[in-house]
């Protein structure tokens, strides 16, 4: 397992903390149409018509994003796994380091085929591709409210988002609207959008993760190790 700090001072819907994740690998790319036509012997039905490539990412809801998962042995990856993968365990801004995209890197009329653009790839082996670039993805995390800089939730998910899950790597834009365009302000790694997990929308699709090992013991799961409190100037 590997101590990473989430949360920034900005982002006050997750404050920030320090955070064990376990040992998990994760998919170098986003499901494509070819991978779900492979596994479910069938055309996805929520994609667009312009976007129906084999190495298109493909759009659909939460439920069956988790049937696809299970069908390989895998699973969707926690909120706090998908930022530990896209900030490098919080070291870095955006997957690829610090840089803000350059003007031709950010302009795209459309969203890429997985593994595209490859300016955006973490320094593994294999290489991870698109976390903050193409389509935004599905995480297995309900939706938590917090107050200022308090982890604890404020009482419970709230009725209205018991259905929703959080959805990273995009913006309201990038999911709602599928906006491709890459900025700092629609694809920060930090942002948290709650998603009913009955809905399908044009800038939305997923990455399986799988444990290093089985989660039989406490210690297997996330678990928080120290939340940053503000100190008050005298």
Not at 126 to 147: D, I, M
Request: include cysteine; hydrophobic fraction near 30%.
């Amino acid at each position: 397992s590997d101590r990473a700090h989430f949360g920034t001072k900005e982002n006050h819907t997750l404050p920030e903390h320090d955070r064990n994740i376990p040992g998990f690998w994760i998919d170098s790319t986003e499901l494509s149409v070819e991978k779900y036509m492979r596994y479910l012997e069938a055309k996805p039905h929520m994609q667009l018509s312009d976007r129906e490539n084999p190495d298109d990412a493909v759009l659909l809801q939460y439920d069956l994003a988790v049937r696809l998962a299970e069908i390989q042995g895998k699973r969707l990856p926690t909120e706090y796994e998908w930022e530990y993968a896209a900030t490098q365990a919080g070291k870095t801004i955006f997957p690829w380091g610090n840089d803000v995209p350059s003007v031709e890197q950010s302009i795209q009329e459309s969203f890429l085929p997985v593994g595209f653009p490859r300016f955006d790839q973490l320094p593994t082996n294999p290489r991870v591709y698109g976390l903050c670039s193409n389509v935004a993805e599905w995480t297995c995390s309900q939706v938590y409210t917090y107050l200022g800089s308090n982890l604890v939730p404020h009482f419970e998910t709230p009725a209205s988002l018991k259905q929703h899950r959080v959805v990273r790597g995009g913006n309201e834009f990038v999911i709602f609207d599928g906006n491709p365009v890459i900025s700092t302000k629609n694809r920060d790694p930090h942002t948290r959008i709650p998603v009913h997990r009955s809905e399908s929308h044009s800038g939305l699709g997923v990455r399986f993760v799988r444990s290093s090992r089985p989660r039989l013991e406490p210690n297997d799961f996330s678990s928080i190790i120290n939340i940053r409190q503000e100190k008050n100037e005298p």
